[in-house]
């Protein structure tokens, strides 16, 4: 507890620099992952092409894809760009198949109405087809952001310092406070993505929790 | 009016879901298509608004070709209503009527107040617009559908076994408030169903379909009862179609009896008679009494024999028959319009009526579409 009382500054700014590492990926792969995941739920044979590549991208190692990114976008060694676009794509490996199949699981009836109504493309996406996926989104979501703190700390390795670094130099240097803290501020982290998550999906879902609702 | 011309659809794979179908629906009227699974029905129904699009053959809509109209345009123009209503469970109720005239570019106060009549002309109460689908009875959900059908006024509804997933009292009283709806607005309809009941019920014209998509009749309904095509016609219409078919047949003028009675919570006057009918102060029937089980007690709600139905004074005589045989005491019960009592009349005398009228006249030069001629009689008029 010494510990945390004497550097509570230093773990407030690597817990913020932990939350937009994690954080931005996360709205970004969001964003991607939609259209991707349309497309994907849209036409059969985009399907198992899409799910199948990104399924691989996730099995790449994190140190791995954080020590390429440099290579590929031509960012310098040290640059937190570098991990924003590695943890994006894990995002988008993650949440790409929730959405196409979230997509997919509109009900029937409710997909025959709207297609006798004339929803097509973009407005029966957000008008009809993205709200009902939400509860299905946003467990995917959670998964997502959960797993986006957990390996953001992998880039302590590569020099962009975030809460990963109270681990790393906890562990190194045998500082069980140091440690210790780093583990409960990822934990908390991660909860409180975890919460907005769980908050936003009540906002844009109210038909969920309506009362006398029959399932 | 829409025209099914030589349509067929076989699906990949081979199977023929419809085949050479060849209808006319007319404007303003209900086209029943009836039939057992597998008759193509709901790919008939389907073909109308390209959900599916026919191998061969042409639909027409008001002579226009529809396969060469825009898609998103025809079926806007089209109310689309299904069995289990497919609400948006999203959006609430007045939302969900709203749907056709927001995707139409309708301003939100038009369509909000078009919506909210719509919702009371189906006879649901304002404030269940805000709600959300899931908080209505199944009922009241395929009102919705209805209305949400309705909403842009469009000329065509189809209707894909819409009633079929409420309990029987519901539905009754849903086919009643739909033909109630139809008598205001006219819409020309085309309604799949596999029960015929409901179709004869419904329909202006029958068509019925046999397995393998295959027009087997398409007549009225009191013309498809009488005159059935052949024994797969015949046994689908079903056993009783004698006695339904009186349904479609208004009663001549009944000779009616002078029936004695009492009011309920009077006492009832000496008689030899095994039942006497009970009425309000207003002589609406109320039901039978047996006097010697009263002596002269005042007649009790309790005492009361309801099984007897009531007929109409100019009702159909399927009505009067089954007034005269559910009586307890055979005297069958006939009001006016006002529910008033008028008299009562015996079976054999309805019975006396039947062999007096005529039925509808065989159509020898079309079997399959004779009796549908005088629907389209109409429709061909200028």
Same mark, same amino acid.
């Given at each position: 507890m010494t510990w945390l009382a004497d550097n509570w500054h230093t773990v407030l700014t690597l817990a913020w620099r932990s939350l937009y590492l994690a954080g931005i990926p996360l709205v970004i792969g969001f964003v991607l992952s939609i259209p991707l995941g349309w497309v994907a739920n849209r036409w059969s044979l985009a399907y198992p092409a899409i799910i199948t590549t990104t399924g691989l991208l996730y099995t790449i190692p994190s140190l791995a894809l954080f020590v390429i990114m440099p290579a590929l976008l031509g960012t310098k060694i040290l640059?937190?760009?570098?991990?924003?676009?590695?943890?994006?794509?894990?995002?988008?490996?993650?949440?790409?198949?929730?959405?196409?199949?979230?997509?997919?699981?509109?009900?029937?009836?409710?997909?025959?109405?709207?297609?006798?109504?004339?929803?097509?493309?973009?407005?029966?996406?957000?008008?009809?087809?993205?709200?009902?996926?939400?509860?299905?989104i946003a467990a995917g979501l959670r998964v997502a952001a959960v797993s986006n703190v957990s390996i953001v700390s992998v880039a302590t390795l590569i020099g962009v310092s975030q809460l990963g670094d109270l681990l790393v130099d906890g562990y190194n240097r045998v500082i069980w406070g140091e440690l210790l803290t780093g583990i409960i501020a990822c934990i908390l982290l991660?909860?409180?993505?975890?919460?907005v998550i769980v908050l936003g999906t009540r906002l844009v879902t109210p038909w969920l929790r309506v009362q006398g609702a029959r399932p | 009016m829409i025209r099914f011309?030589?349509?067929?659809?076989?699906?990949?794979?081979?199977?023929?879901?419809?085949?050479?179908?060849?209808?006319?629906?007319?404007?303003?009227?209900?086209?029943?298509?009836?039939?057992?699974?597998?008759?193509?029905?709901?790919?008939?129904?389907?073909?109308?608004?390209?959900?599916?699009?026919?191998? @061969?053959?042409?639909?027409?809509?008001?002579?226009q070709d529809t396969g060469r109209m825009n898609q998103a345009d025809l079926r806007r123009g089209m109310g689309y209503v299904i069995q289990h209503a497919g609400l948006f469970p999203h959006?609430?109720?007045?939302?969900?009527?709203?749907?056709?005239?927001?995707?139409?570019?309708?301003?939100?106060?038009?369509?909000?107040?078009?919506? @909210?009549?719509?919702? !009371?002309?189906?006879?649901?109460?304002?404030?269940?617009?805000?709600r959300y689908p899931a908080q209505l009875s199944g009922g009241q959900q395929q009102r919705v559908g209805v209305a949400r059908a309705l909403a842009a006024d469009p000329p065509v509804m189809l209707m894909d076994e819409p009633?079929?997933?409420?309990?029987?009292?519901?539905? !009754?009283?849903?086919?009643? !408030?739909?033909?109630r709806l139809q008598g205001e607005l006219g819409k020309t309809i085309i309604f799949v169903t596999h029960d015929i009941d409901e179709a004869i019920k419904l329909g202006d014209q029958v068509a019925v379909l046999r397995v393998g998509g295959r027009l087997a009749q398409v007549a009225e309904p009191a013309y498809l009862l009488a005159h059935p095509a052949d024994d797969?016609?015949?046994?689908?219409?079903?056993?009783? @179609?004698?006695?339904?078919?009186l349904g479609f047949q208004e009663a001549p003028r009944l000779s009616l009896h002078f029936e004695p009675t009492v009011v309920l919570g009077e006492r009832p006057e000496p008689t030899d008679a095994a039942w006497l009918l009970v009425v309000d102060d207003d002589r609406?029937?109320?039901?039978?009494?047996?006097? @010697?089980?009263?002596?002269?007690?005042?007649?009790?709600?309790?005492?009361?024999?309801?099984?007897?139905?009531?007929?109409?004074?100019?009702?159909?005589?399927?009505?009067?028959?089954d007034a005269a045989l559910s009586a307890p005491s055979r005297r069958g019960v006939v009001v006016d319009d006002g529910g008033v009592l008028c008299g009562t009349v015996l079976a054999h005398e309805v019975l006396n009526a039947i062999e007096t009228t005529e039925r509808p006249q065989r159509d020898e030069s079309d079997p399959v579409h004779g009796g549908a001629a005088a629907v389209r009689g109409e429709e061909d008029a200028p």
């Open positions: 640059d937190p760009v570098n991990v924003v676009a590695a943890m994006t794509i894990y995002t988008v490996a993650l949440l790409v198949r929730t959405v196409a199949d979230g997509l997919g699981a509109v009900p029937d009836d409710i997909a025959q109405a709207a297609t006798a109504m004339g929803y097509k493309g973009v407005r029966r996406l957000f008008g009809v087809e993205l709200p009902l996926a939400a509860p299905v991660a909860l409180a993505f975890d919460a | 011309d030589a349509v067929t659809k076989q699906f990949p794979g081979g199977t023929v879901a419809v085949d050479e179908l060849t209808l006319t629906a007319p404007t303003g009227k209900i086209t029943v298509l009836v039939g057992p699974s597998g008759c193509g029905k709901t790919t008939s129904l389907r073909m109308v608004n390209r959900m599916i699009e026919p191998t @061969r053959g042409t639909i027409t809509l008001d002579g959006r609430t109720v007045l939302d969900n009527i709203g749907t056709v005239p927001r995707l139409l570019g309708w301003d939100k106060k038009k369509t909000r107040e078009t919506s @909210r009549e719509l919702l !009371e002309r189906v006879g649901l109460a304002p404030e269940l617009g805000e009633f079929s997933a409420v309990d029987p009292v519901v539905r !009754e009283q849903l086919q009643d !408030e739909f033909l797969f016609v015949a046994d689908f219409v079903g056993r009783d @179609r004698g006695y339904r078919a609406h029937p109320l039901g039978w009494v047996e006097p @010697r089980r009263i002596g002269d007690r005042p007649v009790a709600e309790a005492a009361l024999h309801r099984g007897g139905t009531v007929a109409r004074e100019h009702g159909s005589l399927r009505a009067a028959l």
